[in-house]
């Protein structure tokens, strides 16, 4: 689809490459290292430079209450891996298409 991606190896660097790129969207794996996304995403929410990015989480367990957990750490949105692309595709732009807030 041409979207610029940055890429984060740990919840720690997602926080500094989110503060200092501003991106538009963060894709945001829930199992990562040092940090991981659950708390990476309340992080995000929290902070007044970075919480108008819209979130998706994504995780892999799909266990019940994962998607309620997302959107109350702060997730905008929520899916599942495996990555069902015209699903996702139309989550980030519907999430794109909304100003921030």
Known sequence: KGYPVLIAVDGEQALQIAGSESPDLILMDMSLPVMDGWESTRRLKADPTTRAIPIIALTAHAMAGDREKALEAGANDYDTKPIDLPRL?????????????
Do not use: G, H, I, R
């Not at 595709?89 to 807030?101: D, H, N, R, W, Y």
């Open 89 to 101: 595709l139309s989550k980030m732009e519907a999430l794109l298409s909304v100003p921030p807030t």
